[in-house]
């Protein structure tokens, strides 16, 4: 006679009272798919408001991976972009801890997945958006400014010291130089293959349009993204996996330690505090008014 299950199996009168404190993700029968928000400028932003980093999130997606029964890891993504080297070492992780783990990865993209962002999103199986999110800026940006004829009208005189022909190239105080400006741009070009690369390498033959217009650093909304193939299908968290997984399951939220309690114990690296419930449920994230400009003015990669 085959085992009955542990939601058929009929326990003694009173036990139910007590199972009903053991934590859902683990009694048997039920399915958890564990949930990590990336959120926010990549990179850093300013010395005390550091963006999201490899070190940052590292303990969380690794907590995310070992969540006992776990069917899949579902990622939260919210970022305009930022520095080329986090976004592609978050991306590494990810794609180590899921082979490692043999566990299916889904991106689901709130308000944008822009540029280092969308890297982030490529380390999913499935990515799954809303209408009106934005993906792509498939680019590189970098920009500055000039100001040595403003010092000039202040009578300031501009005194720079270097050791390296190249060492004050692109200085906002000094002139624009030609051969400066065309050094940077094959920097550009050598960081925007290699975004190309993995953008091919993730996607492959869902891609599906040409390159001189995926690649060209421009950004689309949800339904056209999908048309691209830059994402899978539109869907939110909550919905997509009941569908997938039933209606009972399990999306407990993997948290950062945050606030006083952390400090008094010990400064816990990121990831140490786990949030048993459903995220689904949580209310939405905010940007800050630095991050949704940053969305527009293409900021970052």
Known sequence: MAEQSSEARQWPAGIEKWLSWIPARLRRGRVVVPVVRLSGVIGAVTPLRPGMSLAGVARMLERAFA???AKAVALVINSPGGSPVQSRQIYLRIRQLAEEKKL????FVEDVAASGGYMIACAGDEIFCDPSSILGSIGVVGGSFGFQELIKKLGVERRLYTAGTHKAMLDPFL???????ARLKALQREIH???IALVKQSRGARLKGADDVLFTGEYWAGDTSVSL???DALGDLRSTLRARYGEK?????IAPASGMLSGLLGRRSPGAVTAWENAASLPEEAISALETRAIWAKFGF
Do not use: H, R, S, W
Not at 104 to 107: A, K, M, Q
Not at 175 to 180: K, L, Q, R, T, V
Not at 249 to 253: A, D, I, K
């Open 67 to 69: 969540v006992k029964n």
């Open 193 to 195: 293959t290699i975004f």
């Open 175 to 181: 002139p624009e130089n030609p051969d400066d400006v």
């Open 229 to 231: 193939g830059l994402a």
């Open 249 to 253: 399951v399990q999306t407990p939220l």
């Open 104 to 107: 299916p990865v889904l991106v």
